[in-house]
Every structure is written in structure tokens, then in C-alpha cells.
């Protein structure tokens, strides 16, 4: 890139050109001048030297390089023409090292073979490389001695999968057989109570929800005596008041000689716990890059901004930016959904209480609180799956759609045919292309059937198939569950675009705290005891609802001056301790 305001090549003499080992005399030069006298980089010539960019005295020229594989530092390849790995980070003793990126990139490829499941073959297919090959491979870095560990038995894993749904079909037993069973530490007790799986002891495994089964399964890591600990996406099924509670586990067992290896798409959470942060980039499914550590402010706002600056890699054409939201606007719209204060209960088991409201057209209203409380319940109540067994909801005829939190995948067809048949004649328009299958990326899964869909793929699609639909209220259950980050975020914006502008709405139940921000113009908490009681108020501007659900989460948030994005506030710290004293635990 040249930059036209800078560019002087009649003061500078053009040292640029002259320093350029891709000009050659006789043939297309790489930096020419143009009818303006300004120079010209061809972009098909140049090779990214960097030598035009030092040699300018103005500062005129930047080179910025796209992802590409980086030849000569394959960790892994599955088959020919098969996925590459790129890099791997280095475990730190005494520290929590926190991975981010999109889906299909090798974060979980990463934390196998840093675990000791899967061998790296070094890019080689014909054959495979030995022990001592990997390690000369490594040789004069931490990962030398974490190889030789492995290959000699001399360090003990505890890994947390990412599909705890597979838990069940290889697992036999209640919980507290399970975590008899793995506890090496003699913190049972403790753990259960951090976790919150006290009740739960008598339970067999296959009766457990995702919830439950992802708590246990971060138990039964924990509780093992290990020299590495592995968590991929541990905060998937749960609750903000759970992810804390998970967090502070985690950072429980974390001792000078322990490392601790976690991927995670939950930003907050990720902040959290991380010391330090390694971004990965790349083409999904088809190639992984993994950057060189940060810190984790460092390394979070570097994946915002999607630009590395170590390897002058712009990996996204776009920065994240995150924005308090202020006070509603006075607006004279009239309320598209009414409702009185409204009752339902479950026999003696549950009720749930829900005070009086409306939504208003042009706003997506966020529902916050933990699992079992009673938000989904609510959500059926206005989507008409559920009766109250007193009040009223008052639609008037207003048609609604809804995306259930528990997804099925049933239909039999492909993607395209299942958007066709709920979009119609929408499916064509041009909007529908643009907000909803480029920006939910759904065009390269519209030949695919739904019944093969991966979790994060069907949640795409069910989002799109909820916004395709003629409806004046959309009620999205849960919609970031297995999103990465950038989904999540586009996601969200594909929902506000929906409903701007038109007489339409939208209610979220949603437990990513970055993802709720950016979808709520007005908030709604539900408090109580899970499984008992729950309480609704709302809906209610931004600040004070965010204030009075953090401080039921017993969390305090400052922002990040470079991105605006919220950040936790470690228990105790000066910040912490300000916020809390002040009231303000929403910065």
C-alpha cells in the first residue's frame, strides 16, 4: 500500500525502485510510476521483502501480508491434501496459556498433540518421523524437553474433551463413582461444591444434562493429580454464574509445577483465566497458523483487531470494536408484544413469576440469569408452545419464530432446501443473501445435509432458518452455543439487522456476556433459586440491568481502553474492590 498524501518520489530519488530486487530492466516493474507521478506496487510481483518499506524516507509504503501456510513449519497433515498445522505453543509452568481463533483451525488438533493423543507426523505422510526426529525438530526450545516428556512417560495428562456428549456412551456410573474414581488430590468435596454438583451424587451419568455433564467432566480434570491439564471449551451448556464458577476451578489447581492449556470462545472467560494467549488463523478446515504467545489483554485485543503484528499478517478485513450501550432512546413506537404479570408452574417442582412488560418494536430484548430459571420457559410462553396458568400475552396476532435451545437436526434435505422452504420468496432477495447466508457464512454449507451438520454449522443454520422466516417477534434461544467468536459476533449483528428498522422484534436468552452486550437495547434478569423459583423484571435499559445481573453473578467489569470490550475484574484486585465499593459493577 502506498499512501498517496506521503508519496514524493521526486525529493526521495526513488531509492525504493532502485533497492527493489524484483525490478528488472526490460520488463514490468514491481514499484513503477503511475500518469500522477505517484508510485504503483504490483501486488502480483511483489514478494513482501519489506526493503521499499525501509528505504522510504516518507514512510509512504506499508506491505501487510495475507494468511498463508508457512512453509517449512508443519506440526501435523492429516492425508494428502488433508488439513496442516502450522506451529504449536509452548506449555508454561505455573501459568494458564489460553488459545483463540475460529472454528476448523487445529485448536483442538493443538491440545492433542501437546497432550500426548496425537503423534505429529512434521507434514510427512510417506513416513512416519520418530520420537527423536520431533524432538531434533524442537531442539533448543521448551517443546524439546515436552516431547522427550512424552515419549518417555515422564508427564501425566488430565484432559477435558471438548464433546462431553460422548461422555455417557464411554463412562459407567454415578457422579460420585466418577469422581471416587479420579479423585487424586483428596479435593472432592471442595470441588463438588465449587462446581455445584452437591445433589447431583446419586445421578448416573447418562441422566445428566450438557450442563452437568460439562461440570463433571471439568471435576474429574481437576481432581487428577497431573503435570499438564488440558481444558478444550469448557464453558459450552453452562451459565455465566457456572463459567465463574468453572474459571475459579480451573485457576485452583494451577501450582508452579502444573501447566495449563485451555482453548475457549467465550471472550470473557478467556480474559479470565489466561496468563498468557496464542491467536490462530488461518482457512478453516484447510490450514491452522499458531501466532507467538502475548499477554492475554495483548492477545485478545490483537484477535480483535485481526492484524498480527509480529508476522505482519492481517488476518480479518475488519477490526471488533465494542460500544457501552447507553440509555434508550425515547421512542413512540407502539409495543409489539404486551403481557400482564404472568404465573406458570410445574406441578409442585417449579414457578416461575414474570412481571409485567412490553417489547417495542426495532429492539432486541437480552434474557439473563442461570440455567433453570425459567428464560426458556418464558421464551415458549410468548411463542405460544406453553399457556400461563395466569396472565395474558397480548400479540395481536402478530406472528412469531422461534429457534429452540436444543437443536434437532431431522430433516432430511439439504441446507438450501430447508431455508427454501421457510424463507420463500425472501430466500432471493438480495438482503437475505447478504445478511443472512454471507454473514452467517452459510454459502458453502447450502449442498450439505442437515442430518451431517457439525453443532457449530447447525446452529448457523437454525439462526438463519429462525431469520428467514415472515415473523414480527424472533425468540433465539442460546444462539452462540458452539459459535467461535467471530460467529457470535456476526450472528448478533445478523439479528439486530433484522430487526431495525421494520415492526419487528427480538428476544435472546443468551449466557456470553460479550455476545449479550452487543445484541441488548434493554435487558431482562431473572433471579430466584434454579429449579425452584424464578423472578422476571424487566425489560430494563442496558446499565441497570447489567448492574443488577452482575452483581447476582458477584462479578465487577472495567472496560479495555483499546477496544471497549468488557473485562472481569480479578476477585480482590483494586478495581475489583472500587467497583463493589462504588455500586457500579458495570463499567
Given at each position: 500500500?502506498?499512501s498517496r ?6 525529493k ?13 530492466s526490460?520488463?514490468e516493474?514491481t514499484?513503477?510510476l503511475?500518469e ?5 506496487i ?7 521483502c ?16 495475507l494468511?498463508a501456510?508457512?512453509?517449512g513449519?508443519?506440526?501435523h497433515r492429516?492425508?494428502?491434501n ?5 506451529r ?5 509452568r505455573?501459568?494458564i496459556v489460553?488459545m483463540?481463533?475460529?472454528?476448523g ?5 493443538v491440545?492433542r498433540?501437546?497432550?500426548g493423543a ?5 507434514g510427512a505422510?510417506e513416513?512416519?518421523p520418530?520420537w527423536e526426529?520431533i ?8 517443546l524439546?524437553?515436552?516431547?522427550k516428556n ?17 461422555i455417557p456412551?464411554?463412562?459407567r ?5 466418577i469422581?471416587g ?6 479435593r472432592?468435596?471442595?470441588i463438588?461444591?465449587?462446581l455445584?454438583l ?10 445428566l444434562?450438557?450442563g452437568?455433564?460439562q ?8 481432581l487428577?493429580?497431573?503435570?499438564l491439564?488440558v ?8 451459565d ?9 476451578a ?6 508452579e ?6 482453548a ?5 472467560m478467556l480474559d479470565y483465566l489466561?496468563?498468557y ?7 478453516p478446515?484447510v490450514?491452522?497458523?499458531?501466532s507467538f ?8 485485543n490483537i ?7 509480529e508476522?505482519n ?6 477490526s471488533?470494536?465494542f460500544?457501552k450501550?447507553g440509555?434508550a432512546?425515547?421512542?413512540e ?7 400482564t404479570n404472568l404465573v ?6 417449579f414457578?416461575?413469576?414474570v412481571g409485567?412488560?412490553e ?13 433453570g430459571?425459567g ?7 410468548l411463542?405460544g408452545e406453553?399457556?400461563p396458568d ?6 395481536s396476532?402478530?406472528?412469531v419464530?422461534?429457534?429452540p435451545?436444543y437443536?434437532?437436526?431431522?430433516f ?12 420463500g420468496?425472501f430466500y432471493?432477495?438480495s438482503?437475505?443473501?447478504t ?7 452459510l454459502?458453502?454449507?447450502l449442498d450439505?445435509?442437515v442430518?451431517?451438520?457439525?453443532g457449530g454449522?447447525?446452529?448457523?443454520v437454525?439462526?438463519a432458518a ?11 434461544d ?6 467461535d467468536?467471530?460467529?457470535?459476533l456476526a450472528a448478533?449483528?445478523?439479528i ?21 452486550e452487543?445484541l ?23 446499565s441497570?440491568?447489567m ?5 447476582d453473578?458477584?462479578i465487577?467489569i472495567r ?7 468488557p473485562r472481569?475484574n480479578?476477585?480482590?484486585s ?10 457500579i459493577?458495570y463499567?
Amino acid at each position: 500500500m502506498v499512501s498517496r498524501d506521503k508519496c514524493n518520489p521526486k525529493k526521495c530519488g526513488l531509492e525504493c525502485i532502485k533497492y527493489c530486487p524484483q525490478v528488472k530492466s526490460g520488463e514490468e516493474d514491481t514499484i513503477r510510476l503511475d500518469e500522477e507521478n505517484l508510485l504503483i506496487i504490483d501486488e502480483g510481483l511483489c514478494t513482501g521483502c519489506g526493503i521499499c518499506v525501509r528505504v522510504c524516507p516518507f514512510s509512504a509504503i506499508s506491505i501487510v501480508n495475507l494468511p498463508a501456510p508457512v512453509v517449512g513449519e508443519e506440526i501435523h497433515r492429516y492425508g494428502k491434501n488433508g488439513f496442516v498445522l502450522y506451529r504449536l505453543p509452548i506449555p508454561r509452568r505455573g501459568a494458564i496459556v489460553g488459545m483463540i481463533g475460529p472454528n476448523g483451525v487445529g485448536k483442538t488438533t493443538v491440545l492433542r498433540i501437546l497432550s500426548g493423543a496425537l503423534k505429529p507426523n512434521l507434514g510427512a505422510l510417506e513416513e512416519e518421523p520418530s520420537w527423536e526426529d520431533i524432538m531434533e525438530r524442537f531442539r533448543g526450545s521448551e517443546l524439546q524437553d515436552h516431547f522427550k516428556n512424552i515419549s518417555e512417560g515422564g508427564i501425566t495428562v488430565s484432559m477435558k474433551p471438548e464433546r462431553i456428549d460422548l461422555i455417557p456412551k464411554v463412562v459407567r456410573g454415578t457422579v460420585s463413582e466418577i469422581l471416587g474414581r479420579a479423585d487424586q488430590t483428596g479435593r472432592r468435596k471442595e470441588i463438588m461444591e465449587l462446581l455445584s454438583l452437591k445433589g447431583l451424587e446419586d445421578r448416573d451419568v447418562t441422566q445428566l444434562s450438557g450442563g452437568e455433564l460439562q461440570r463433571l467432566a471439568v471435576a474429574v480434570a481437576c481432581l487428577k493429580d497431573a503435570d499438564l491439564y488440558v481444558f478444550d471449551e469448557p464453558s459450552n451448556y453452562l451459565d455465566i454464574y457456572q463459567r465463574m464458577s468453572v474459571a475459579k476451578a480451573i485457576r485452583s489447581i494451577l501450582r508452579e509445577d502444573r501447566s495449563i492449556l485451555l482453548a475457549e470462545h467465550d471472550l470473557a472467560m478467556l480474559d479470565y483465566l489466561s496468563d498468557y494467549v496464542h491467536i490462530m488463523y488461518g482457512l478453516p478446515d484447510v490450514y491452522g497458523i499458531v501466532s507467538f504467545p502475548h499477554s492475554s489483554r495483548d492477545g485478545i485485543n490483537i484477535f480483535l483487531d485481526g492484524y498480527l503484528p509480529e508476522d505482519n499478517v492481517r488476518f480479518r478485513d475488519y477490526s471488533i470494536k465494542f460500544v457501552k450501550r447507553g440509555a434508550a432512546k425515547p421512542t413512540e413506537r407502539t409495543p409489539l408484544v404486551v403481557y400482564t404479570n404472568l404465573v406458570k408452574k410445574y406441578d409442585e417442582s417449579f414457578r416461575l413469576d414474570v412481571g409485567e412488560g412490553e417489547i417495542i418494536a426495532g429492539e432486541v430484548v437480552v434474557a439473563l440469569g442461570p440455567n433453570g430459571i425459567g428464560k426458556t420457559t418464558f421464551v415458549r410462553i410468548l411463542a405460544g408452545e406453553l399457556e400461563p396458568d395466569s396472565g395474558n400475552v397480548l400479540t395481536s396476532g402478530l406472528k412469531v419464530a422461534y429457534k429452540p435451545q436444543y437443536l434437532r437436526s431431522d430433516f432430511e434435505g439439504t441446507v438450501e432446501e430447508l431455508l427454501r422452504r421457510v424463507a420463500g420468496s425472501f430466500y432471493s432477495s438480495s438482503y437475505f443473501k447478504t445478511e443472512v447466508l454471507r454473514r452467517l457464512r452459510l454459502s458453502g454449507l447450502l449442498d450439505r445435509r442437515v442430518d451431517e451438520l457439525s453443532g457449530g454449522a447447525l446452529q448457523r443454520v437454525a439462526i438463519a432458518a429462525t431469520l428467514a422466516r415472515d415473523a414480527d417477534v424472533y425468540l433465539l434461544d442460546e444462539p452462540s452455543a458452539f459459535l467461535d467468536v467471530e460467529m457470535r459476533l456476526a450472528a448478533a449483528n445478523a439479528i439486530k439487522r433484522r430487526v431495525e428498522g421494520d415492526n419487528k422484534a427480538a428476544i435472546v436468552v443468551e449466557h456470553d456476556l460479550l455476545m449479550a452486550e452487543s445484541l441488548a437495547d434493554r435487558v431482562m434478569v431473572f433471579r430466584g433459586k434454579p429449579g425452584v423459583h424464578g423472578l422476571a423484571e424487566g425489560p430494563l435499559e442496558v446499565s441497570k440491568g447489567m448492574n443488577r445481573f452482575l452483581k447476582d453473578v458477584d462479578i465487577t467489569i472495567r472496560r479495555d481502553p483499546s477496544t471497549g470490550r468488557p473485562r472481569v475484574n480479578k476477585p480482590g484486585s483494586k478495581m475489583d474492590q472500587m467497583a463493589r465499593s462504588s455500586g457500579i459493577y458495570y463499567a
